[in-house]
């Protein structure tokens, strides 16, 4: 089955005429003042229109997530260093960016009901094939060197990012939101849950940097609330193969695997399946949704 289809998707969901322009604020408000009833309210964006947020996902999606049940409440990361705002509401996040295609779908559900948060707004963002975010190009790095043995530019002086599980749930990780030092927004974007509680990005396989696994960040806001910030992981069967192809293979010396990272846990590897020119990842986030701690 082919997937490749993005414009068609976002153009299905009712808020296209105005949601590029809402921005995250705008979205977070919108979907907060009615979270968990299934409706959203109505906002006006920066351009005069109004839209009501309202997610659609594809058809096939809901049946991937039939088997599964867990409630325990999906464990808290620090956000690391690259995270802000980037007021992307958009399901494709990859810009001109390229890599091996990954179509991701997150089903978000309370950790105590287990039943679907609808309404919920979900973000991601992750690094390029050679190791960069968006917005922090001069703090980040990929670390290790091209073919020819040069170290690639916008190395920083200090240690690499690193950092462990956060204290307790409270969802916003250990780390102030950074402000962003270029206008890049590549590999950032936000979706809202649908009344199964999943939202679907298509985004490239993530590269890597030193100090850390390969991985993408994803943040949970609910009731206009952080309610979970985690990571989501790959085998590093998968892993290996696609650091073999083109982009990914210019970036050699990854230092950090799955074995090695402070970070990683079992909980947070993805279901990864083959998928026409790319792959599918799935995976189950269970948030406090009233942030009590359970």
């Known amino acids: 089955m082919g997937h490749d289809h993005e414009g068609q998707r976002v153009s299905r969901r009712r808020l296209i005429t105005g949601i590029s322009s ?27 229109a109004t839209v009501t947020p309202e997610a659609t996902t594809t058809n096939d999606l809901t049946s991937l997530f039939s088997e599964a ?9 620090t956000q690391g260093p690259y995270y802000f705002d980037a007021d992307k509401i958009r399901s494709d996040i990859r810009e001109d960016k390229q890599g091996v295609r990954l179509r991701v779908a997150i089903k978000v559900q309370d950790s105590e009901t287990c039943k ?34 040069t170290p690639p530019s916008g190395a920083p002086t200090g240690a690499p990012p690193s950092g462990g599980p956060a204290a ?27 009344s199964d509680g999943i939202v679907e990005f298509t985004t490239i396989w993530p590269g890597w940097y030193r100090g850390r696994t390969i991985h993408i960040h994803a943040m949970v806001h609910f ?12 085998d590093e069967k998968l892993n290996s193969a696609v650091m073999a192809m083109s982009p990914y293979s210019e970036h050699t010396g ?8 402070n970070i990683y846990d079992d ?11 790319g792959y599918l990842g799935v995976i189950v986030f269970a948030a406090d949704s009233d942030k009590d701690g359970s």
């Not at 604020?25 to 005069?48: E, F, I, Q």
């Not at 990854?254 to 990272?261: I, L, V």
């Not at 909980?267 to 020119?277: A, F, G, H, I, R």
Request: aromatic content about 4%.
């Open 22 to 48: 809402l921005g995250l604020g705008g979205l977070l408000a919108a979907c907060g003042s009615d979270a968990g009833t299934g409706t959203a309210t109505a906002v006006t964006t920066s351009t005069g």
């Open 254 to 261: 990854r230092d950090t695997f799955n074995d090695n990272d």
């Open 267 to 277: 909980s947070m590897l993805m279901k990864v399946t083959k998928e026409d020119d």
């Open 223 to 234: 009731s206009s609330e952080r309610v979970l910030t985690t990571q989501m992981m790959f």
């Open 168 to 194: 307790g749930g409270g969802g916003e990780g250990d780390m102030a939101d950074l402000t962003p030092t270029d206008d890049k927004r590549y590999l950032r974007g936000a979706q809202v849950t649908n």
């Open 116 to 149: 679907p948060l609808p309404n919920a707004v979900v973000e991601i963002w992750h690094c390029d094939a050679a190791g960069l975010y968006s917005g922090a190009e001069a703090q980040s790095t990929g670390g290790g060197s091209q073919p020819n043995g």
């Open 69 to 77: 049940s867990t409630c325990k409440l999906t464990q808290t990361t």
